[in-house]
C-alpha cells in the first residue's frame, strides 16, 4: 500500500469510531453554545436549525468567527 492509502484507510477507521463520532459532537455543542452566546449577545437570534448546522460543521463556523471577531476587534470591518 502506498502512503496515501495507508492514511485514508486510517481516516476511515478513524471516523467510524464511536470515540471520535462522540467527541466531534461534544465538541461541536459546546462550540454552539459559545456560538450562540456571542450571537444573542449581538442582537440575532438563533433557530434550531442554525444550531443543527453549526453543530455539524463546528470547525468552519468557529473559523468564520474567529475571523470576524478578529476583524471586529481591530476595526478594520
Known amino acids: 500500500m502506498n502512503p496515501l ?3 485514508a484507510v486510517a481516516f476511515i477507521e478513524d471516523i ?3 470515540q471520535t463520532v462522540c467527541t466531534y459532537f461534544l465538541i461541536g455543542v459546546i462550540i454552539a453554545a459559545m456560538l450562540e452566546k456571542a450571537i ?3 442582537g440575532y437570534p438563533m433557530e434550531w436549525s442554525d444550531r443543527f ?3 455539524l460543521g463546528w470547525p468552519l463556523a468557529s473559523a468564520i468567527f474567529i ?3 478578529i476583524k471586529g476587534f481591530l476595526g478594520n470591518d
Open 16 to 18: 467510524t469510531d464511536l
Open 53 to 55: 448546522w453549526v453543530i
Open 67 to 69: 475571523y470576524h471577531f
Open 40 to 42: 444573542k449577545k449581538a
Open 5 to 7: 492509502e495507508l492514511l
